[in-house]
């Protein structure tokens, strides 16, 4: 899932505090499950932005509300049934909501409240964790399924390096060495030979550097 | 300067059973703080964050909640999540610039105890100190 965490609440302040009334939007898709940005969390923010423009002795109307997923055109319609009661929107969805958002009503402002962190999974409860870059090129079947793009410290693709010390990083003693891991997990499935086969240098133009990413599926489209 | 402040109490229905005996009326000639309004609650497990920043906007210069010893919660973490909920709160409050002492969690034992009326007289005195709501 992507995974997010609220803004600090002075920024937000700072972004509302000229409207008069927005639309606080939860979305019911990933920053739900990490407890970033559902319903229950847009409930919270619209609370504390009240009380936030009250200290500042200013009012504030709030729609609460929230859509299926802020990153679908057909989710995003149904926005159109409050349009009369905000000025701006305040998107608890990730950053692809905000830029979906803008991307489809030209007329609306939209101010995220999250900061949009990574692609991750629920370690234990109440904590995430950084599984995948979204690199566009998975080694993952030559890594034992461990992700070196998102889970080394330089993304190495013929790790370890000298830094891996007891099968911590050197960035810090609680950082995993993923390339310690993956030998180990290799290992266990007796592909250990697989840690001696050279990467070739990587082409990075699918991780982004070239510029915005699309995928096109041909089949899909009418 | 003096003020009467107004103070949200969300009690476990257990903690303050005894407390509440006599439509309160013990409470009171314990000196129990007036300026608290006590609800009671079925567990404070159930409390959520927007139930206490709703008291906040309510009017509340202050809210306190009181749930059962940490070791003995009626529903095992009830007060547990409680006390991590006014956590939360407390950080949200400081976040908007408000002293975060605003808001407290106790644990306290069953029936009526001191330390019942000793902590909502310490929370009043807090909220004497700290003045009326900024949110006001």
Redesign the interface.
């Known amino acids: 899932m992507i995974v997010a965490e609220r803004k ?3 920024e937000i ?1 700072e972004m509302v505090q000229d409207c008069k009334k927005i639309l606080v939007l939860a979305c019911r898709g990933c920053v739900t499950v990490c407890s970033a940005g559902g319903e ?1 969390e847009a ?2 923010l619209s ?2 932005i ?3 423009m ?2 500042a002795g200013k009012s504030i109307e709030i729609r609460t509300d929230s859509l299926v997923r802020q990153c679908d055109r057909e989710y995003i319609d149904e926005m159109d049934q409050w349009k009369e009661e905000y000025d701006a929107v305040v998107s608890t969805a990730c950053g692809v909501g905000v830029n979906f958002i803008s991307n489809l009503r030209k007329e609306t402002m939209v101010y995220p409240a999250l900061n949009t962190s990574f692609f991750g999974g629920s370690a234990e409860q109440g904590e995430w964790t950084e599984q995948c870059a979204g690199c566009g090129d998975c080694v993952l079947h030559l890594t034992g399924g461990l992700c070196p793009v998102a889970r080394c410290a330089k993304s190495l693709m013929n790790g370890p390096c000298g830094g891996s010390v007891d099968g911590t990083c050197e960035i810090h003693k609680d950082v995993e060495c993923i390339w310690q891991s993956i030998h180990d997990r290799l290992g266990s499935f007796d592909k250990s030979a697989q840690m001696e086969v050279i990467a070739p240098i990587r082409d990075w133009s699918s991780a982004g550097h070239g510029g915005p990413r699309k995928v096109v599926r041909d089949d899909l489209t009418v | 300067m003096s003020f009467d402040p107004a103070i949200t109490l969300f009690s476990c229905h257990y903690t303050s059973q005894q407390s509440c005996a006599e439509e309160g009326k013990k409470l009171e000639q314990l000196g129990f703080p007036a300026s608290i309004d006590l609800v009671r609650v079925p567990c404070t497990g159930k409390l ?3 139930t206490l ?2 008291a ?2 309510d009017g509340a210069d202050g809210v306190y909640v009181v749930g059962c010893p940490t070791d003995g919660c009626h529903n095992v973490k009830g007060s547990m999540r409680a006390a991590k909920r006014v956590d939360a709160v407390r950080v ?1 409050l400081e ?4 002293e975060g002492g605003r808001v407290q969690m106790y644990h306290l034992p069953r029936g009526l105890h001191p330390e019942f009326v000793a902590k909502g007289k310490e929370m009043d005195a807090r909220i004497q100190d700290l003045g009326p709501s ?3």
């Open positions: 600090p609440m002075a302040i229950r409930e919270i609370s504390l009240r009380l936030g009250k200290k | 959520q964050i927007t920043l709703q906040f906007e949200a976040e908007l610039g408000v900024p949110f006001k």
